[in-house]
């Protein structure tokens, strides 16, 4: 058996230079490593070991090793998890692709005179003719791949600089302290640890439609795989309403495809609150993305390098599609199966197999521990980091102030943006909720549209709307939304006060810089009711 101890050159990027630069990672995941092996015993013994390399487990391992403990890395694939390799670094770089398109096509509206597309009878948000643009999806494809190659490195280089081990290969429990590897090189491994954390993350769901396995496969995309298309999709058929169907639908409607939505449910991002998701929806149509709410995918077919999809509503009637793709985003599912988790006697959620864990992320079993996406929603990196945080202040940190209470996942606030553009950008509770938990309060709502922000009029930008709500007997926030031109920000800034228990007022009555983003906080609470 052998164990691969990484080297910090190994992480270095090459730079390569043939007529223009570019950036190649010296390797694509550690299965391809050629380090110096180290022998190791029939079982190997760790005080720590952390399965999944994700946006928890990652930090978690580094700052194990570098408190003394000895640390493994179990990772199957890529180092950095889903967020850095197939979520949000690749989707927002290609996102920021699309958007330049967007801004090309627009270009009349700012008095930048290009070439006018005639042949296309839509026109921009001022009226006037697109103008003409073309994507080479190869380059876009290589800017992604150049970036999360650059930010997979970070993260090799700094798990091999923290002395952590890393093994390369998948784990599944023997007992609650014992965890065999499947190593990527055929053979097996066997590890202990006191301490065991899950971040072995979600996957995307595959759904059970009836003619789905009869289309082709490179037809049949999903949110790793559309990212790898070297090709724009003559018209993309998504399926699913949720941020990440809405995510690439405007994205590759702005590199050229034509674009149909499929949603299941009444609305688009149904969590979110009913004027919000209409202003979505509106904007989205404006874009020249079709969509159809209340409709269900009953059955697939292929002809003719087409796909077909038999649709019916909620009313009786059907409708048939014909696309050249298919996008499967009806939700993520937790890595879990592979884990034996029973072994270990770590309870699941039978309905959809997440792992079970308390406010301070430890299953029903002593010394093990789950993090971000396998132990439930709400699913956001910034969560899984959070989840990170709060192990190392009650593993690592606890050590050194036995007293310190321990960290808790209660009452923790939850921010999160759809890179929809304009961004929808939403922290705290929901209207509905709001109105649910506080029944003997009197919930009071403020909404205003972005026509009424002057950055926003400035930049030509105005489409959508932001909208708080408040206690009205206590004058706290909330919620607050903001579907909008930089949305995320704007919502952060909310967030701090939040935070920081600062009420409506205190934000209407600030100084904001003009003409700034940050000053329609003056102005929204004109319209509290």
């Known amino acids: 058996m052998w164990l691969v101890r ?19 990672a010296t390797f694509r995941h550690y299965s391809t490593l050629k380090s110096s092996p180290v022998p ?64 090309c096509r627009r270009s009349l509206d700012y008095g930048v005179v290009t070439t006018t597309d005639s042949s296309s009878s839509t026109k921009t948000l001022r009226g006037n003719p697109l103008s003409s643009v073309s994507t080479d999806m190869k380059k876009v494809r290589e800017r ?23 093994i390369v290969g998948e784990g599944t429990f023997v007992d609650k302290t014992t965890v065999q590897i499947k190593l990527n090189d055929g053979s097996e491994s066997v590890v202990t640890g006191n301490v065991i954390c899950i971040n072995t993350g979600e996957r995307p769901v595959r759904p059970t439609i009836p003619g789905l396995d009869t289309i082709p496969q490179d037809l049949v995309l999903d ?68 969509v159809y709410l209340n409709s269900e995918v009953t059955r697939l077919s292929h002809s003719d390098n087409h796909v077909a999809l038999s649709v019916k509503a909620n009313d009786g009637s ?43 992320l430890e299953t029903n079993v002593s010394g093990i521990y789950a993090l971000g996406d396998v132990k439930g929603p709400p699913a956001f990196t910034h969560i899984s980091y959070d989840d990170f945080r709060i192990l190392e202040a009650n593993i690592v940190s ?28 939403h922290v705290g509770l929901h209207e509905t909720e709001a ?16 026509n009424y922000v002057a950055r926003a009029l400035e930049t030509d930008e105005s489409r959508g709307m932001m909208k708080a709500v408040v206690n009205a007997d206590t004058g706290k926030i909330l919620g607050f939304t903001c579907l909008g031109l930089e949305g995320g920000e704007i919502m952060s800034i909310v967030q701090v006060a939040m935070m920081g228990g600062v009420r409506w007022e205190v934000l209407r009555d600030a100084v904001w810089a003009h003409p700034s983003l940050a000053e329609s906080l003056n102005n929204l609470w004109a319209f509290l009711e």
């Open 6 to 24: 990484t080297h910090p050159t190994r992480t270095l990027l090459l730079r390569l230079v043939a007529g223009h630069q570019t950036y190649l």
């Open 40 to 103: 190791m015993e029939t079982v190997r013994n760790y005080d720590c070991i952390v399965i999944g390399s994700g946006q928890a487990g990652t930090p978690l391992s580094v700052a194990f090793a570098k408190a003394g403990k000895r640390t493994a890395l179990i990772e199957r694939k890529h180092i950095g998890g889903c967020c850095v390799n197939e979520g949000c670094t690749p989707t927002k770089t290609m996102i920021a692709s699309g958007r330049v398109a967007y801004l």
């Open 144 to 166: 992604k791949r150049d970036i999360v190659a650059d930010s997979r490195a970070r993260n090799e280089r700094r798990v091999a600089e923290g002395g952590v081990d890393v």
């Open 223 to 290: 949110s790793t795989s559309i990212m790898e298309l070297g090709e724009i999709p003559e018209h993309l058929l998504v399926l699913g309403g949720g941020y990440i169907g809405l995510e690439f639908g405007q994205l590759f409607r702005r590199l050229g495809s034509h674009v149909t939505i499929i949603q299941r449910a009444s609305r688009l991002m149904p969590r979110e609150d009913v004027d919000i998701t209409s202003c979505l929806l509106d904007i989205l149509k404006e874009d020249g993305i079709t």
């Open 318 to 360: 059907t409708n048939n599609i014909v696309g050249s793709h298919i996008l499967l985003a009806v939700g993520r599912v937790p890595n879990t199966e592979a884990l034996n988790l029973s072994a270990a006697g770590v309870e699941i959620d039978e309905k959809k197999g997440y792992i079970k864990c308390n406010e301070h």
């Open 398 to 425: 606890r050590e050194k102030i036995p007293d310190k209470p321990l960290a808790t996942l209660r009452d923790r606030l939850v921010p999160y943006v759809a890179y929809t553009d304009p961004q929808l950008g």
């Open 435 to 450: 109105r649910k938990l506080f029944p003997n309060s009197t919930i009071k709502t403020a909404k205003m549209p972005m």
